[in-house]
């Protein structure tokens, strides 16, 4: 059975060298969802407690929102952050308060204190499927990750036969020390 979250993200981006509209900066509102799979704990009768999917889910993908998202080569990335650091906030500012932890994966890296992202791709669907997957997939039991952004969908399946410990009250992860960050419980 599978327990389905979703979030809306605003985000700038560009396909640069692509040959089209695409190529020109632009906004977009992304539709994300993810499901996870497992099979529906006793204790608290569901899957995994959607909340907490958010929870999770929210710390890495707010970094997309209300971000500009650029490949590593494009030329406007270092015009960006001249910009920023003319007007001091390239390091951060104190109203920007939506900001998640920083990140630096194969694919992605995330500056939270400017709102940008790098990526090593174009920032796609499916790049973005990819992308989420590869910070979560250690966190939660992902099925399936759909991404829409305009006019354009993609979805992904993923093997969720993984075994995670899961609190027996409260339905989510057990932490390395097999702890419930929520409410305690010890395995």
């Not at 906030?89 to 790098?118: S, W």
């Amino acid at each position: 059975m599978r327990s389905i979250t979703h979030f809306d993200i605003q985000y700038a981006h560009r396909f640069y060298g692509f040959q089209g509209e695409a190529q020109y900066l632009h906004g977009h509102t992304g539709g994300l969802t993810i499901e996870v799979e497992d099979t529906v704990n006793p204790g608290v009768n569901m899957v995994y407690p959607c909340n907490e999917i958010q929870k999770i889910a929210w710390d890495v993908i707010k970094n997309f929102d209300h971000a500009l998202i650029l490949r590593e080569d494009d030329p406007l990335l270092p015009a960006i952050l001249d910009v920023y650091e003319k007007q001091g906030i390239k390091n951060g500012h104190p109203r920007n308060t939506m900001k998640g932890e920083a990140f630096r994966t194969e694919l992605a890296q995330a500056y939270p204190d400017c709102r940008l992202v790098v990526t090593k791709e174009t920032m796609t669907v499916e790049g973005m499927i990819k992308i989420v997957y590869d910070l979560l997939k250690d966190k939660l039991n992902i099925a399936k990750i759909t991404f829409t952004s305009g006019v354009n969908a993609a979805s992904c399946e993923f093997d969720s036969r993984k075994e995670i410990a899961r609190c027996p009250l409260c339905g989510i992860s057990l932490d390395e020390n097999g702890v419930c960050p929520k409410c305690g419980y010890r395995e």
